[in-house]
């Protein structure tokens, strides 16, 4: 009976609002292909499923194929989730979202049809604002994070941008440069920076 309620919310709800932004479907992960980038939603149901409660996340990704060859990986078409170069889920993106749904017996379904199709449709606007790889390189730099560190520094070097390639650099220092991890990161860093002739500097 949930589970009806569930599968009639992807086919009913979710499938016409996200094919009118222009996202396909196809099994549980919507596509929408641009000349740079494949944006997606993939909706993953919890493990933790029951006859009384069915429990769902929302993943949202963004797939770079300039990326996908610095890291010297063949070019998809359809990434999964965990195949995207940017990767949060519906809750990292728009805040007044959960990360989980749930229905239950007490589920005001119409609340969370609203709830959800809002949240989609800011993350779409937040799409919107990632047009290119640099934009998600700059979003990770802008943090920063470590995550795809080394594709962010290659990157950055080869179209020759140093400062923002040194700035992240320092502020990933700043970040992590205490913690035992960080040689294995340098050492890493360092060889980007060599192969590109730019001067490392260290912390």
Known sequence: MLQQLYSDLIKQDVKPFLSKCGFSKKSLNFYKVTDSLIYMFNFQKSSGNSADNVMFYVNCGIYAAELAQLQ??????????????FRARIGGIVKSVPDRFAITHDTNMDELRKTLLSGLEEVIHFFDTMTSARSIVDYYTSGPFLHLGEESFHLLLQSNDVVAAKNYLKA?????????????FENKYNAIFNKYGVEFDKL
Not at 72 to 85: F, G, Q
Not at 177 to 183: K, L, M, N, Y
């Open 72 to 85: 010297s990986r063949e070019i998809l078409t359809a990434p999964k989730e965990a195949e995207c170069h």
């Open 172 to 184: 990933l220092q700043e970040k992590y440069g205490t913690e035992q991890r960080w040689s294995i």
